[in-house]
T-cell receptor, first 111, second 114 residues
Framework: QKEVEQNSGPLSVPEGAIASLNCTYS??????FFWYRQYSGKSPELIMS????GDKEDGRFTAQLNKASQYVSLLIRDSQPSDSATYLC???????????FGTGTSLTVIP | NAGVMQNPRHLVRRRGQEARLRCSPM?????VYWYRQLPEEGLKFMVY????????ESGMPKERFSAEFPKEGPSILRIQQVVRGDSAAYFC????????????FGSGTRLTVV
């Protein structure tokens, strides 16, 4: 059974702070890792993808991957109220095209 | 360039009826995936299809659920004899090819069984 675990939250941070979202996965053969943002009642939208160990930065977002620890995280710098949403971690195994999603972490940025 | 189109957006069915959910992938995308999201839960993979082929249906319930992606027209997820537990948001995603591309999701169909 391939598991993707996330702390469901809710996580609250003040505006301008750094939000840190974490995800662990059970399948050591996983190759691709994604973070999606989902506003209430809306579809998930892709924020970041990361495939190799280390950090990947895109604007205010930084994804971090540690395959040895089976851990992937997302940092949001200078958090804005518009960042308030549920963040889904998704992991793709080494074969196939399906993704395994975590249950999501609810983030609230307080103005 | 239209995104992934799903219809209807909302669907209400009585117990025992059939539900048909449609998904038209993005232009140029030949891979379609269906996911179900139950209230307060994450997205659960159901099925992966290419034109006229089911590639992976490991997430599909064994009974009452079926999916197709014909040569012409949208992909269809069919749920026969719906029960209250089928109430969920059903999302379709498409991609242009093999991983590691991320998906593009449609807006979803919210099925309510009364």
């Amino acid at each position: 059974q391939k598991e993707v675990e996330q702390n469901s939250g809710p996580l609250s941070v003040p505006e301008g702070a750094i939000a840190s979202l974490n995800c662990t996965y059970s399948d050591r053969g996983s190759q691709s890792f994604f973070w999606y943002r989902q506003y209430s009642g809306k579809s998930p939208e892709l924020i970041m993808s990361i495939y190799s160990n280390g950090d990947k930065e895109d604007g205010r977002f930084t994804a971090q991957l540690n395959k040895a620890s089976q851990y992937v995280s997302l940092l949001i710098r200078d958090s804005q109220p518009s960042d308030s949403a549920t963040y889904l971690c998704a992991v793709s195994p080494d074969t196939g095209n399906q993704f395994y999603f975590g249950t999501g972490t609810s983030l609230t940025v307080i103005p | 360039n239209a995104g992934v189109m799903q219809n209807p957006r909302h669907l209400v069915r009585r117990r025992g009826q059939e539900a048909r959910l449609r998904c038209s992938p993005m232009k140029g995308h030949s891979h379609v995936y269906w996911y179900r999201q139950l209230p307060e839960e994450g997205l659960k993979f159901m099925v992966y299809l290419q034109k006229e082929n089911i590639i992976d249906e490991s997430g599909m319930p064994k009974e009452r659920f079926s999916a197709e992606f014909p040569k012409e027209g949208p992909s269809i997820l069919r749920i026969q004899q719906v029960v209250r537990g089928d109430s969920a948001a059903y999302f379709c995603a498409s991609s242009p090819g093999q991983d590691p591309y991320g998906y593009t999701f449609g807006s979803g169909t919210r099925l309510t069984v009364v």
